[in-house]
């Protein structure tokens, strides 16, 4: 039987991983996956999640199981994180999942569930595990232009053009902020025409929700978001712990599902029941269980704010300083937009072999496409990293 497998895609963000890993070379810098990292190199355990974890520590009485769509005061309190007020607490429903990406194939085999017929419309560029899980699941996907490579800025007459393709019934896969690749984002006008779109031709909006904070900040950040998920009857949402509560290997994600009515509201909850079971039982719980505790208390909560916030400051001023180097080393405007990005992500629109020459000749790892991971970048790296570009571009 084993023989019969074949070589499966590598993931082009897990291979870079890899290269960047076995690269013995003395200063090497790694912009590829969307880690966080302070001035130090280091990725932090955030101070509120250390507390809490100290205090699920001496609290914890028992390891036994906890429930199938995993503790609900968790999401809960990602519920009211993601939504705020936007959409009434009796519409949603949501499970907790393995991180963010848990969140999508769960939300994904939960469309396949309902309508196979569904298309889901991805925007070009997009995550590419996006349209790997969908391919997987056999779902059918189309794209919509979104991203304008002489600009660097969102092209949002050809994604409005390429979306009004879409039939009633097809799900847009959105981005809620901080666009994974190219760190361009759609501002609240923009939001508000895709609201008016969506609403027109009747389509389900999944938004893809991975870096709430990162951007201008938790709520700010979620303010278009919220505004479509307010107008329309059905939409749903993964959202991640991963980068906002820095728990990445704790895996700590929730899928949640807004319905038009309680019926519905509770069809949907017994598909996400029904999906975790499938899948793998029960969510795992000790990163979910940190950020109950964390959320459910006020100075922990504010703490973890607080840091959040830093490293959202670092981030944005780590970009100002990037595009001042690079319009210095390039003597060009050509890389300003660095600056209006926002998260941890922006592509730099290199042509590929400027990307392998940064690797080869640098040692400097982006993903093939020229997304650079902002907070991959050590303090004396601004300055290299410009030169490089200006280098390889020359
Ligand atoms: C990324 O895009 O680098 C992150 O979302 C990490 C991942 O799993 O790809």
Request: with cysteine.
């Amino acid at each position: 039987m084993l023989e019969l497998l074949k070589p499966q895609p590598a993931d082009k963000i897990i291979a870079l991983m890899g290269l960047y890993a076995a690269d013995p070379r003395d200063g090497k810098i790694d912009l590829g996956v969307g880690v966080y990292k302070d001035a130090n190199g280091k990725t932090p355990i955030m101070r509120a999640v250390k507390a809490a974890e100290a205090r699920l520590h001496e609290a914890q009485t028992s390891k036994s199981y906890v429930g199938l769509l995993g503790d609900l005061s968790f999401v809960d309190a990602m519920r009211n994180l993601v939504l705020g007020t936007s959409v009434a607490a009796d519409r949603v429903t949501g499970a907790q999942t393995p991180g963010g990406t848990g969140a999508i194939r769960q939300l994904a085999e939960l469309v396949k569930l309902a309508n196979p017929q569904a298309t889901v419309w991805l925007s070009d560029p997009t995550w590419p595990n996006h349209p790997a899980i969908l391919k997987h699941l056999d779902i059918p996907t189309q794209s919509y232009r979104y991203f304008d490579a002489a600009t660097c800025e969102v092209n949002f007459d050809a994604m409005m053009e390429d979306l009004e393709q879409a039939q009633a019934g097809d799900v847009v896969l959105l981005h809620g902020c901080c666009h994974n690749p190219t760190g361009a984002n759609l501002d609240l006008l923009q939001w508000r025409a895709v609201t008016d779109l969506v609403l027109r031709k009747g389509l389900i909006p999944f938004v893809d929700l991975a870096y709430q904070g990162f951007g201008d900040g938790l709520e700010d950040d979620v303010q278009g978001m919220r505004h479509l998920l307010g107008a329309v009857p059905q939409a749903m949402v993964a959202a991640s712990c991963s980068k906002n509560f820095g728990l990445y290997r704790d895996r700590v994600g929730v899928a949640l599902v807004i319905a038009p009515d309680e019926k519905t509201r509770d069809l949907a909850k017994g598909a996400l029941s029904s999906l975790n079971r499938l899948n793998y039982s029960f969510p795992p719980d000790h990163g979910a269980a940190l950020v109950s505790i964390l959320m459910n208390d006020a100075d922990l909560r504010a703490d973890w704010q607080a840091e959040l916030e830093e490293m959202r400051t670092g981030m944005l001023d780590l970009r100002t300083g990037l595009a001042e180097e690079l319009r210095r080393a390039t003597n060009s405007d050509r890389f300003d937009f660095v600056a209006n990005h926002r998260g941890m992500f922006s592509r730099l629109g290199l042509p590929p072999e400027a990307v392998e020459k940064l690797r080869d000749e640098h040692a400097i790892y982006m993903v093939g496409d020229s997304r650079i991971n902002i907070a991959g970048l050590p303090k004396d790296g601004l300055t290299r990293l410009a030169q490089a570009v200006a280098a390889v571009l020359s």
